[in-house]
């Protein structure tokens, strides 16, 4: 039998007891969650019976919640139903955890959640962006997500023309409040996506809406070298650590926070360098594939004197000495005694508030800086392709798509790390030793660079396992200069 909207209104507000009188009945056990992810084993299965009422006091990053919040598991809950549950929980426990009960008490809202966790990238951020939008349209609407989907569908089910109409109105209508508040199109394009996907996954199939273009409303610009040394120089240890892997190793933010003592311990504790680090894809953004890429001697160097520091433990006991295994995150909270690895969230603080000690912040392009935590993994790409390293090696150590022709991952890690290493990718600049390195200036000048030289050789002379050494770069200095001199003075 198939009950009618309004006969469904009419049953809900003729309960006597409230959801939430419900939820809290005397025979439902609360339990307190103090950290995130949750446990089918801890705090599921041993209520399978009664079912539970958790009550989250932490985030997945160790912090406290300000207001908790509660969640309840109802008996007997299928475990890809929990895995939906604690997606949300977890993804949402530090950004807004005040939408957890506003999604848990959503059917509509949970289904675009296991749409996110099981057919899309199970991204965090991918979830905090969808309902933050989701929500904000339902305030500007005045309705619910159900009232939404059901203004679409008939009373059998099927799809209402004159419903999806009326919602394509509305959406056209918020389009243009979006472009009245100035918001980008880029950003509008992010709020109608989110809305129309909650209408797919709820059975709806959504209209057209006609979209601004989108372009970079807020440019950014990559720093220069010498702007991230001077990052470097008002930075404590872990600040340098931060700002040197961004740079050297082209990581985006999310993904260094993720990286953990395994990835570097082989190379690091053999003394080799550059540095070589296997990203798997589940750490990626997208998780599209797994990739390698490496951080040059410098990163490395202030990644050994923050471990060192690390093993030694504050000086004023606060911290406790570690003991750094494979597991343990590269970088790390300093908020607590054990070790957790550092949010996403304090690690662009920490970029940002280097940009404003370096005196960095001043230059604005709209309503943003043109330097950004993001603007420092376009170094990384900036640098190395005017070293002259091949467009799809900068993409591949980026985590980038490339050609599914192009098998870098055959020529093998020494290979990359050999290209890597010619291009001499670098922050401190570079001191006038000797003659070489002004000879080397002329040459560049008149259009002969050094390192791009080098860098063709390494890659044409793949058999070569060792990397060229300064006595190479030398020699083909003095190459380079005789026969420019040559060219220059005998030639007619």
């Not at 996907?197 to 199939?205: R, S």
């Not at 660079?449 to 860098?455: C, G, H, S, T």
Request: contains cysteine; glycine residues 6%; charged residues 30%.
């Amino acid at each position: 039998m198939i009950i009618g909207a309004e006969a469904m209104k009419h049953l809900k507000t003729s309960n006597p007891k409230s959801e939430l009188e419900m939820a809290e009945a005397p025979e439902t056990p609360i339990i307190a969650v103090d950290r995130l992810p949750l446990s089918y084993e801890e705090h599921v299965k041993p209520f399978l019976e009664t079912g539970v009422i958790l009550h989250i006091e932490g985030s997945a990053w160790g912090y406290r919640i300000k207001n908790p919040v509660k969640i309840r598991i109802p008996p007997r809950i299928p475990l890809r139903d929990f895995d939906v549950i604690n997606y949300v929980a977890t993804s949402l426990s530090g950004p807004t955890p005040r939408l957890i009960p506003w999604i848990m008490g959503s059917p509509a809202l949970m289904r675009l959640a296991a749409y996110l966790r099981r057919y899309k990238s199970s991204s965090p951020q991918s979830l905090a962006t969808y309902m933050s939008r989701i929500r904000r349209f339902m305030e500007w609407v005045g309705c619910t997500p159900e009232s939404l989907i059901s203004r679409c569908l008939t009373a059998e089910g099927l799809p209402d023309p004159r419903g999806i109409q009326e919602v394509k109105r509305l959406l056209e209508e918020y389009v243009g409040e979006l472009r009245a508040r100035g918001l980008t199109p880029s950003t509008i394009y992010t709020s109608i996506s989110a809305i129309k996907t909650l209408l797919k996954v709820n059975g709806v199939e959504p209209p057209y809406i006609l979209l601004p273009r989108v372009r970079v409303v807020y440019e950014d610009r990559a720093p220069k070298p010498e702007e991230l040394w001077k990052m470097l120089q008002v930075a404590d240890l872990r600040g340098r650590v931060v700002v040197s892997m961004l740079a050297l190793g082209g990581f985006r933010i999310g993904t260094l926070c993720r990286l953990q003592y395994r990835h570097v311990m082989e190379d690091l504790e053999r003394g080799v360098e550059p540095i070589h680090i296997h990203v798997e894809s589940e750490i990626t953004k997208g998780k599209y594939a797994d990739y390698d890429t490496f951080i040059g001697a410098e990163a490395a160097e202030y990644l050994r004197l923050y471990l060192e520091a690390r093993r030694r433990g504050s000086y004023s006991g606060k911290i406790p000495p570690e003991e750094i295994e494979p597991e343990s995150p590269l970088i790390r909270a300093d908020y607590c005694r054990e070790p957790r690895p550092i949010s996403r969230k304090r690690a662009c603080d920490i970029v940002r508030s280097l940009y404003m000690k370096a005196g960095l912040a001043r230059e604005r392009r709209g309503r943003l800086h043109t330097l950004r935590v993001h603007s420092i993994r376009k170094f990384f790409r900036t640098q190395l392709a005017a070293k002259g390293v091949p467009a799809d090696y900068i993409e591949y150590m980026m985590g980038h798509k490339i050609s599914t022709y192009h098998d870098i991952k055959m020529k093998g890690i020494e290979f990359l790390r050999n290209i890597y290493a010619q291009a001499d990718l670098r922050i401190r600049p570079r001191d006038k030793a000797d003659i070489y390195d002004f000879i080397e200036d002329i040459l560049r000048s008149r259009g002969y660079l050094i390192d791009r030289e080098l860098l063709r050789r390494a890659i044409v002379e793949s058999h070569r396992t060792i990397i060229l050494g300064e006595e190479e770069r030398r020699t083909l200095i003095r190459e380079a200069f005789i026969g420019m001199l040559r060219r220059e003075l005998l030639e007619p």
